[in-house]
């Protein structure tokens, strides 16, 4: 059984998420930053780097939310970066950032699904999500979307949470995800389920080898993992 945001509602599980980020969008990113303590702002940098030799000029954001790691983007130089998010919410905070930091001329903000992306095959030299891909309703078919899009040769870079196995991070990576992340989330964004969701979503999320063997199936090659912050996350690269 899928994990959902919202438990005792009847919607599929992309239909809670997009509530679920329309109901936070408001307080996601001071949320965003301060719970990681300003970690997933490096994380983005040092994902972006990873396609620095590659020069990719057509960059797709897949769950883009307000736009962070598609600003991130621009360090690369390219011509267009394309930020898709199903959160109308989440977008619209997006793109008043844009505006406001005048990147509306090379970041698209569009609301789309993960899962039916509306453009043609090999259109993108880069993939990147950061944080989206648990969220999706169907993995491997979200994954396979992407795969569709990139152009060969192309890259995929994906940040997503991971479960810490040493000890003491481990025990106090749990401790915080479940006790003290869910409260201060609740009481900023008022959202009950969202900060919760988070950590459920988090576990049942098949990171490491597992989400590897999963990119090789739907197509990707050479790929990689690479462990972030004693494991607390990971970056993700596949090869079209």
Known sequence: MAVVPYKEQQGSKKEQVAE??????HKYDFLNHFLSLGI???WRKKAIRLLKADKPKQILDIAT???DFAIEALAL????VVGVD????????GKQKMK????????DMQLGDSEKLLFEDNTFDAVIVAFGVRNFE???KGLADMHRVLKPGGKTVIIEFSKPKRFPMKQLYNFYFKSILPIIGRIVSKDQAAYTYLPESVGAFPDGQKFLDILGEVGYKETQC???????????IGQK
Do not use: H, Q, W
Not at 100 to 107: P, R
């Open 86 to 93: 199903i959160s109308a919410g989440m977008l619209e905070v």
């Open 77 to 80: 130089n390219p011509d267009r």
């Open 65 to 67: 939310g307000t736009g």
């Open 20 to 25: 679920m980020f329309n109901n936070i969008s």
């Open 226 to 236: 690479k462990p972030l912050t004693f494991g607390i996350s990971s970056i993700y």
């Open 100 to 107: 406001k930091k005048g990147y509306d001329n090379i970041i």
């Open 138 to 140: 169907n993995l491997k």
């Open 40 to 42: 997933d702002i490096l």
